[in-house]
């Protein structure tokens, strides 16, 4: 599976941005596809996923309410629709596919190449 994220940029506090994320490979549907996000001097953390087989969604608690993550498997495509960002949001973000939990970065197969998203306050 190979990932590609897109749609991060600059956007100022309140405001909403959705990122994508486009896999190739046939079996995309069968994973389970997670965001994390990496701020300058800080650890990849998880902020959301969702599972494959019956479109559970799981957030990181600092997001919980304001970003939802939905995929497209016709599309091979996962979102990340962001809403009400906060300076604290600013980081690059990863989109990562996984057979197993969602929430552990180490038990991620693949991932994109990451896409910027700073946040203006």
């Known amino acids: 599976v190979q990932l590609q994220a897109y749609g991060g940029g600059l956007v100022q506090a309140g405001g909403s941005l959705r990122l994508s994320c486009a896999a190739s490979?046939?079996?995309?549907?069968?994973?389970?596809m997670g965001w994390f996000r990496q701020a300058p001097g800080n650890e990849r953390q998880f902020v959301a996923g969702?599972?494959?087989?019956?479109?559970?969604?799981l957030y990181a608690d600092s997001v919980k309410g304001r970003f939802t993550t939905s995929r497209d498997n016709n599309k091979n495509t996962v979102y990340l629709q962001m809403n009400s960002l906060k300076p604290e949001d600013t980081a690059v973000y990863y989109c990562?596919?996984?057979?197993?939990?969602?929430?552990?970065?180490?038990?991620?197969?693949?991932w994109g190449q990451g896409t910027q998203v700073t946040v203006s306050s």
């Open positions: 490979g046939r079996t995309f549907s069968s994973y389970h």
């Open positions: 969702i599972r494959w087989n019956d479109g559970i969604t």
């Open positions: 990562a596919a996984t057979q197993a939990s969602l929430r552990v970065r180490s038990l991620y197969n693949y």
